[in-house]
């Protein structure tokens, strides 16, 4: 008697979420994230206090001024790079570490359908990224609070939120970068199935947004720097004002899901031809 396996059941996500949980590579890097603010207010500690006469120019010279002010500033610190290099590590660690371990093609033996492989990886990435981003803001929100208090969050501009709405704005912000950065997990799973090794697919997805950083700084790309992935990185710094114009958050948002489809797609166009030999 034989026995079929129906592929549609196999890998299920809460399987390979507790597997990638349970690696230490996951749980140093949420850990890591959750002190970062704890190393900002040391080193807010140990430096010189701010000058409470003079005027407070940056989000670092207000980083101080409430605990809002000091989870926003932790953000602004993140965004365009530890952020990024988060999103590569779950995403381009995806298929190419199975690669690497020569367990790929077992695990499309089960058999696991390729494209089903691709989407259980991919949601699982995308459950520790998300963990990871939700870490770093609430961790600097609970200890700004109990170190700086509960005042409004105010801006360098002059302008001020009260505490509350301030929360409700830091959450719309991570929640814009949640999807903004979904073109990182698209560059980074089609590295991941292009390559058999996990840090050249991380390593190349963060060099990809370095170089994007590097183009949008040359004036002379006009506006062909609105259609590079990192041009509206921080343009969730509209939300923290008192009158929040969508503009650029709309574009980032666009950026985000267009480049992430161009990129998921093609992953999955090329997995799905690829010769398994690992």
């Known amino acids: 008697m034989t026995t079929t396996v129906d592929g549609s059941r196999t890998l299920p996500v809460r399987v390979e979420l507790t597997r990638q949980w349970r690696r230490r590579r996951t749980q140093v890097t949420l850990a890591l994230f959750a002190l970062l603010p704890v190393i900002l207010w040391i080193a807010f500690s140990v430096g010189d206090a701010p000058d409470q006469g003079a005027a407070a120019t940056s989000l670092t010279d207000l980083a101080q001024a409430s605990g809002v002010n000091f989870a926003v500033f932790a953000l602004f610190s993140s965004a365009s790079f530890l952020f990024v290099v988060v999103v590569a590590l779950f995403f381009g660690d995806t298929v190419a570490s199975e690669a690497s371990w020569s367990s790929l093609r077992y695990l499309l033996a089960i058999p696991v359908p390729r494209v089903r492989l691709l989407r259980q990886k991919a949601i699982v990435a995308a459950l520790l990224s998300l963990a990871t981003l939700l870490v770093l803001p609430l961790v600097a929100v609970v200890l700004g609070t109990l170190v700086y208090g509960a005042g409004d969050y105010l801006s360098p501009t002059g302008e001020s939120l009260p505490y509350g709405a301030a929360l409700v704005r830091i959450a719309l912000a991570v929640a814009y970068l949640a999807i903004h950065l979904l073109w990182v997990a698209g560059v980074a799973s089609l590295l991941s199935v292009v390559t058999d090794a996990p840090l ?4 190349g997805a963060v060099l990809v947004s370095i170089l994007s950083q590097i183009l949008d700084t040359v004036d002379a790309l006009g ?15 509209d939300l923290l004002t008192l009158d929040v114009d969508g503009t650029d958050l709309a574009r980032g948002v666009l950026s985000g899901l267009v480049w992430c489809i161009a990129f998921g797609a093609t992953a999955v166009w090329w997995f799905r031809r690829k010769d398994i030999t690992s």
Do not use: E, Q, Y
């Open 200 to 203: 050249g697919a991380v390593g």
């Open 223 to 237: 506006s062909i720097r609105n259609l590079l992935p990192t041009h509206d990185v921080f343009a969730f710094a």
